[in-house]
């Protein structure tokens, strides 16, 4: 599996071996990876569960997907290209993320998107029900930086205080 494909940054495979063992499955649990890339997560996700995947270049548009899903888990794009114009879209992401998962929603985000969950935003996402609950810090070398696993759940507490 290629690391950089179109522009888009594929999650190492010994990174999301590492990750999935942050979350607890349940039995038959819908589990959804909204950008499947080269399968990093989508291929090591466990037996016990009910797959599901989203992939535009596989024809699987994310932001048409609108079944509920239990856990939804995404190395989401940080940009793409509209009409010709680089777009932000990890807002507009998170937010359709949130809308089709009823339990937890896993990303994995890099420090400029991680400065972008603030406290205005965040505390929207808490009136919905949504807190974050797990947050780990990786060092990932073929990205130049500091990543952030950051799981938001409804069903845990958050492990953060925020003052709007």
């Not at 989203?54 to 079944?67: A, H, K, L, P, V």
Request: proline share 4%; aromatic share 14%.
């Amino acid at each position: 599996m290629p690391n950089v494909n179109n522009g888009f940054h594929y999650t190492p495979i010994e990174i999301t071996k590492e990750l999935i063992k942050d979350i607890e499955f349940d039995d038959n649990a819908i589990v959804l990876e909204t950008c499947r890339g080269g399968g990093a997560f989508y291929d090591i996700l466990p037996d016990n569960i009910i797959k599901d995947w989203c992939e535009i270049d596989m024809g699987r548009d994310f932001f048409e997907y609108n079944r509920l899903v239990d856990i939804s888990l995404a190395n989401p794009p940080h940009r793409v290209e509209v009409d010709g114009v680089r777009k932000n879209i990890i807002i507009d992401w998170m937010d359709h993320q949130f809308s089709i998962t009823t339990k937890e929603c896993w990303f994995l985000l890099n420090s400029k998107l991680f400065n972008s969950l603030t406290p205005l935003r965040l505390n929207r996402w808490k009136s919905l029900g949504w807190n974050i609950c797990f947050i780990r810090i990786l060092n990932i070398k073929k990205w130049y930086g500091r990543y952030y696993w950051i799981c938001f759940s409804k069903t845990k507490p958050s492990i953060i205080n925020f003052t709007i």
